[in-house]
Structure formats: C-alpha cells, structure tokens
C-alpha cells in the first residue's frame, strides 16, 4: 500500500481501511462480520456519520487478529460499542472501526462476581444483575452503551458508576495482544477510564445482595424517570459536555451542572441546521433530522462561547468527537 503522507498529522492518507485490497485480507484472516461502505450513521446514536469499514468479531480470538492485521497494513482502529456517545465524520472514516456486539457479549456468574463481555448493551446488564438479586448496575438501565463503552467513558448516573464496581478488566492493545488489568491499574475519574488504545473486552464486576422486587421496582423508576427528563428516544448522544468542575459561583441557586448552565446562558431551543438544543434537556443536542457532524460541531462551538461569555466556564465535551483516522477532535 502506498504512504503518502497527510498535511501535519504526518498520517499516511492512502492507508484506508476503506482500500479493497485491506478489506478482502481482513475478510481472509477473521471470522465475524466485515461490511465495506457501511453507514456510521447506523452506528450512532445520533443517526451521523459517513460510510467506513466495519468489523464485527465474533469472538476474542477474532478481534486480536483483526487488529493485528490493520496494525501490520498501518491502519489505525476506531473502536464502537452502541455509538452513544460518538459523533462521526460526515466524510466517513479510514480507519477500522472495530464494532463490539454478538459474539463479545457472553455473561456468567459465580456469587457477587459477574463476568460481563463488552459488547453487551449496559441496561440489558442492569436489568439481568438486578432480576437476580444483584446491586450496582441496576442503576445504568437508562444509559444506552455497551459495557465496554460505560467501562471506557466511565459512565454513570445516579449516584453510580462503572468505576464503583470494576474488580477486573480484559484489554487487547493495538498490536492485538490480550492484558488483564486490576481495577488499581486503572486511572478512573469522572467519566474517564484512562483506558485509551485499549480495546475493553471483558470486565468482571462485584455486585451488592439485594432485594430482587425492590430492585426491579427500582430498575422500572429510574427507567421512566430517564424517559420522562430527557429526550431519550429521540437521535442524540446524551449529555453532550461533562458537568463544570469546581464550586458554583456566589448566587448561582440552581443545580451546578452543564444543563443548568447551558439553560441559563438562554440557548434551550438554539438550532444549527437540523440540530437543536433540546428544550427538555439542554444538555441534549438533538438531530431533529438530516443534521450533520458539521451542524453539530458549530451548535456545540457557539454553546461553549455563549457559556463561556455569559456565566464565565469553559465547558469540556463529553461526547467525543471523531476525526477521519479515528482521532479524538477537540472544539474550541
Ligand atoms: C439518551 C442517552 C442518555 C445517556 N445517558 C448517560 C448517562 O446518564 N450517563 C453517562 O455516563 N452517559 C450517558 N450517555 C452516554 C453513553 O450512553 C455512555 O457514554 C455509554 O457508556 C457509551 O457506550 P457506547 O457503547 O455507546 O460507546 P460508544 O459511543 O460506542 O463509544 C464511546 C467511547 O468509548 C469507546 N469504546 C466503546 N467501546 C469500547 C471498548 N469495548 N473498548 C474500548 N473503548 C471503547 C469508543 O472508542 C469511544 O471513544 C447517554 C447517551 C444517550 C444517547
């Protein structure tokens, strides 16, 4: 393959796993699904994104030798679980996005230990922990990733995250080799995981005992209340930044978090092209349809201005922005 060299990134801009030749060695060396020209946008909770090549492993072994073969073709990887929390280019992207669903979604239990595979979607594990008694999880039911995702951003909500309850987590790195790391290895903060150039492929939990009706009484209020106090069903990624760090200024009588400040710099309702502040949830940005990566750039660009110039923080993104080679893009 040839390596000609793109503008200062110094990345090779003919190395694509979009080239016929990667896809066909991939689809030659890996079982599970490899789909060339496929929509981001189907991957992404926020329904944007261009075309990529898409692997799905079907098991541990599949995804190392995926991995090893774009490392030995020089081509970079982009990770995906149930894409709530991404927003992809519209230009698509060239490097290999490596989807984490059937066939890495495998979970058993012995006790309070549960083994749970990564490409199981979060509240589908809520749900399963807590029908069985089990505490910890059951307040994820309402955060639409897949454990590797929550493991990786370090999601949460409720007062939990995965961070309280990771004993053990199973990574392959980007030469396809598999690591198991203990949770004091792992630099977790709020909604960070540290695990960057890790693939999360299994994570072992410990559960709290509990009361199993209680608990799916529980699971059924925190599920309706996230449907009733956002715009859950509607195209978006979530909270689109992380909440302001730090004590809210003098006065401030309202809660000190990013929908709070984003409400009260008045930009609910504000539009860029087909995406909306929501006026439910202001930390929600919603594709109203059709948007574009591009809209949604700009609507969070002038969102952090107005912010920034009306109450005086500078709000840090939690969604994470994609760049053609899988990059994280920053917005300033
Ligand atoms: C309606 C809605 C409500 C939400 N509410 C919450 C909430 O209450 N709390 C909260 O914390 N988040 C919330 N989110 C955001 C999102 O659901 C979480 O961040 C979720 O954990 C992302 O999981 P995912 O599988 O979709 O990850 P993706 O969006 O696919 O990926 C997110 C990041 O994780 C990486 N990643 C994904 N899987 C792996 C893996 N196996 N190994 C390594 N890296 C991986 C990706 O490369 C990317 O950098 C919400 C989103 C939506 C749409």
Same mark, same amino acid.
Request: charged residues 20%; aromatic residues 6%.
């Given at each position: ?25 991939? *689809?030659? @060396? ?34 190392? +030798? ?5 490392? @030995? +073709? ?7 679980? $149930? ?7 519209? @230009? ?7 989807? *984490? ?15 749970? /595979?990564? /490409?199981?979607?979060?509240? &589908?594990?809520?749900?399963?922990? +807590? ?66 150039? +890790? ?22 209020? $925190? ?35 990013? /929908? ?19 006026? *439910? &949830? ?51």
């Amino acid at each position: 393959m040839a390596r000609d060299v793109e503008g200062d990134s110094g990345r090779a801009e003919s190395v694509s796993a979009r080239s016929p030749e990667f896809v066909a060695a991939l *689809m030659g @060396a890996v079982r599970g699904e490899v789909k060339a020209g496929a929509s981001l946008a189907r991957h992404s909770t926020y329904r944007i994104g261009g075309s990529a090549t898409i692997f799905t492993p079907a098991s541990a072994a599949d995804l190392s +030798a995926g991995v090893q073969a774009a490392s @030995a +073709a020089g081509i970079p990887l982009f990770v995906v679980g $149930l894409g709530s929390n991404v927003l992809f280019p519209d @230009a698509g992207l060239d490097a290999l996005v490596v989807r *984490m669903g059937k066939g890495l979604d495998a979970v058993r239990h012995e006790a309070d230990r549960w083994w749970l /595979g990564a /490409g199981l979607p979060a509240p &589908h594990a809520a749900r399963k922990t +807590a029908q069985q008694g089990w505490a910890g999880l059951h307040m994820m039911v309402g955060v639409p990733g897949t454990v590797g995702g929550g493991v990786f951003m370090n999601a949460g909500c409720h007062g939990g995250q995965w961070a309280d309850v990771v004993e053990q987590v199973t990574v392959v790195n980007a030469q396809g080799a598999a690591r198991t790391l203990s949770k004091g290895e792992i630099p977790f903060s709020y909604r960070r995981s540290g695990l960057d150039g +890790a693939i999360v492929v299994e994570v072992e939990v410990r559960l709290r005992e509990g009361n199993r009706e209680e608990l799916d009484r529980e699971v059924e209020r $925190l599920f309706e209340w996230r449907q009733r106090g956002t715009p859950f069903n509607q195209p978006c990624c979530g909270s689109v930044f992380k909440n302001p760090e730090g004590p809210a200024p003098a006065g401030w009588n309202r809660p000190w978090t990013a /929908g709070s400040v984003i409400e009260e710099a008045g930009l609910k309702g504000t539009a860029e092209g087909a995406v909306i502040v929501s006026p *439910m &949830h202001a930390n929600y940005f919603v594709n109203t349809g059709g948007a574009t990566a591009a809209e949604v750039r700009a609507l969070i660009a002038r969102a952090r201005e107005t912010v920034r110039e009306r109450i005086g923080v500078v709000l840090e993104t939690e969604v994470k922005v994609i760049g053609r080679f899988g990059e994280y893009v920053t917005i300033r």
